[in-house]
């Protein structure tokens, strides 16, 4: 099936590929002026190819390449052929594509809870949403860093935009901001929560960039033939992989937990504290798993996320798999914090992140579709099979909460496939317009994180009400225009999210397009 699967693709490639070769105009097409957005790539030679002659200007917003290639057809001369600078959509499209995926999940997951985060084991629509980040942030890095000129001030660049994003998800996820429905904000530093979503991306991107930019100068300027080629000649970033797998699976199945004690605060002033009995190793349940027991040594219990989707396990609510309230005989880790986005597990995100470098690597070296394809396919339908087989035969199971090994290959594998799959229809057979929304909301991938999915433009709209907080302009459309009009919660709530909100961002991001207007950090 595996091999079968491969084949297919790299012949619809390479049909492609033929009856596509003379039609020039999405090649033509070209976008914002930025290098990690995948301008047209000064190729890299393979070992054995007939050498060609390649002129490359290289600025600090593009990487500009003009191919000069010997052909003598009829005894003539020589001609020389001039090939625009080539923007690669798929990057754009993919990432909006989990930018998407992100606001549908938060703000339809409430009223289709099965598209919400599995409980625990298990993978649903909402557990794609992360690693397809990392995935694509490691894309966005071999191409960013495919020269490296001067490695101070690339580290410098490195260190500051983490730095960034750590601020802006403390600001966004630590209990500052409480948009889109409180219209305070301000948080109690003993409660702050210190780790989230773009504290992950920060941890993933700082340690793949850097060691990406201190072996700069350890890449061959030759890749030798054959399939295995661009795992030896970029080695050091799978050693890292391999090094963050291996601080992760010792850790998991080596470290003591011990007994661990938490406090429940009423809002009538009371508080009630519960003890939660360990003392094993190796375990992968809720309560005594060592991905917890590492978050509150380091972060401190107050610190984490105090609404775990555990509580939507069967042993917690008997409206499981949706909320609800508690079993009278439920457990007491039930009602305990959790950090999804803990340290340890943030260890095992790395691995996406190395993995999406490697796409990355293979498009900057790879110059034919098929041979980007079938290094691209091979190692998406590879990983999926090893995460399936890890996970029914319960050797590890998929398991967001404790971004387990079976997990990271399972969804990066998942991304692969889909990146390849973008990448067919939109930079070789040209099918561009139907992923525009999705590839204008990826240019401006960040304005719409903030602002859209993490809902600080519907919280200042919120803020303008009248009479009463829930009176407001973002609430009467919902109800009035959508829930009432189709007379279901569910329906109205999803339809509002895909023609109010994803529409929306949509049409913003491609007005910014249009004037130039890209929000970056």
């Known amino acids: 099936m595996y091999v079968y699967i491969s084949c297919v693709f790299i012949y619809i490639s390479k049909r492609v590929l033929i009856d596509h070769r003379k039609d020039s105009g999405f090649y033509s097409m070209e976008g914002p002026k930025r290098l990690e957005e995948g301008f047209g790539h000064a190729q890299i030679s393979m070992a054995g190819e007939k050498p060609k002659t390649t002129m490359v200007e290289l600025t600090d917003d593009q990487i500009k390449t003009t191919t000069n290639e010997t052909e003598q057809p009829n005894g003539g001369e020589n001609p020389l052929l001039k090939k625009k600078s080539k923007r690669v959509a798929t990057l754009d499209a993919f990432r909006g594509l989990t930018i998407v995926l992100m606001i549908l999940v938060d703000d339809a997951g409430g009223v289709y809870e099965r598209m919400d985060h599995s409980p625990w084991n298990g993978c649903t629509l909402a557990d794609f949403v992360l690693p397809f980040f990392l995935f694509i942030v490691g894309v966005a890095i071999a191409l960013a ?79 030798e033939p054959g399939y295995f080629s661009i795992y030896s000649a970029y080695r050091w970033q799978w050693l890292g992989g391999f090094i963050a797998f291996l601080v992760y699976m010792i850790t998991t199945y080596a470290l003591y937990v011990p007994d661990w004690n938490f406090t429940i605060h009423d809002d009538d002033g009371t508080s009630e504290t519960f003890t939660v009995v360990c003392g094993m190793r190796g375990h ?40 609800g309230p508690l079993r009278p005989d439920a457990p007491t880790w039930c009602r305990a914090p959790f950090e999804p986005e803990g340290l340890l597990s943030s260890i095992s995100a790395i691995l996406t992140g190395v993995i999406g470098i490697h796409y990355g690597h293979v498009l900057i070296h790879f110059k034919g579709h098929a041979e980007r394809l079938k290094q691209w396919v091979t190692m998406g339908v590879g990983l999926l099979i090893v995460a399936i087989l890890l996970h029914f035969t319960d050797a590890i199971p998929i398991n967001k909460q404790l971004y387990s090994i079976s997990y990271v290959c399972f969804t990066a594998g998942a991304a692969g496939v889909v990146f390849s799959v973008f990448y067919i229809l939109i930079d070789i057979w040209g099918k561009r317009t139907p992923f525009l929304l999705f590839e204008w909301i990826g240019m401006n991938a960040m304005l719409v994180f903030v602002l859209g999915a993490q809902g600080i433009l519907a919280g200042f709209i919120n803020g303008w009400y009248y009479k009463s907080v829930d009176n407001n302009l973002v609430n009467w ?40 207007i890209y929000w970056k950090l």
């Open 145 to 223: 860093l495919k020269r490296v000129p001067n490695t101070k001030h690339a580290v410098k660049k490195i260190i500051i935009r983490t730095l960034k994003m750590l601020f802006w998800g403390i600001i966004l996820q630590g209990g500052y901001s409480h948009a889109p429905y409180d219209l305070n904000y301000g948080v109690d530093m003993k409660k702050i929560r210190w780790c989230g979503i773009l504290q992950r991306i920060a941890l993933v991107y700082m340690v793949v960039a850097l060691i990406e930019t201190f072996t700069a100068k350890l890449r061959p300027t030759v890749i």
């Open 284 to 323: 992968l349940g809720p309560a005594c798993n060592a991905v917890g027991y590492v978050d509150r040594e380091v972060w401190g219990i107050n610190h984490l996320y105090s609404l775990p989707v555990w509580i939507r396990l069967k042993a917690c609510t008997l409206n499981s798999p949706e909320s």
């Open 477 to 516: 459309i919902r109800d009035h225009v959508f829930i009432d009009v189709w007379n279901s919660e569910r329906l109205g709530t999803l339809l509002y999210v895909i023609f109010v909100e994803i529409t929306f961002w949509g049409v913003i991001s491609g007005i910014l397009h249009k004037l130039g």
